[in-house]
């Protein structure tokens, strides 16, 4: 009896895991074009930050290297924030 149910679990999570394989109908996925241009300084500088401390966490920087380079992002940030605020006015 065991077996058998065992055997039964196993037919049905095989079928649920593959029925949206073989029988879903196939979508083409269309993405938003990122372009260069929608990835701006801004975003660069953030991604910058957010490595730089995960680096730091991790115990690759020394808390010298890091603050340096914290600051030196976080000031070139603010001068692009204030650059593209000043062209959208």
Excluded: C, W
Excluded at 2 to 18: A, G
Excluded at 26 to 42: A, D, G, P, V, Y
Excluded at 69 to 84: E, P
């Amino acid at each position: 009896m065991t077996i058998l149910f065992s055997i039964f679990l196993l037919i049905i999570t095989i079928i649920v895991i593959t029925y949206p394989l073989y029988f879903q109908k196939i979508t083409k996925h269309i993405s938003e074009e990122t372009t260069s241009s929608s990835f701006n300084e801004q975003d660069a500088l953030l991604s910058a930050l957010t490595d730089l401390e995960e680096e730091f966490q991790l115990g690759r920087l020394s808390e010298a290297d890091y603050q340096h380079l914290k600051l030196h992002f976080q000031k070139r940030y603010l001068h692009a924030k204030q650059i593209a605020e000043s062209e959208n006015t």
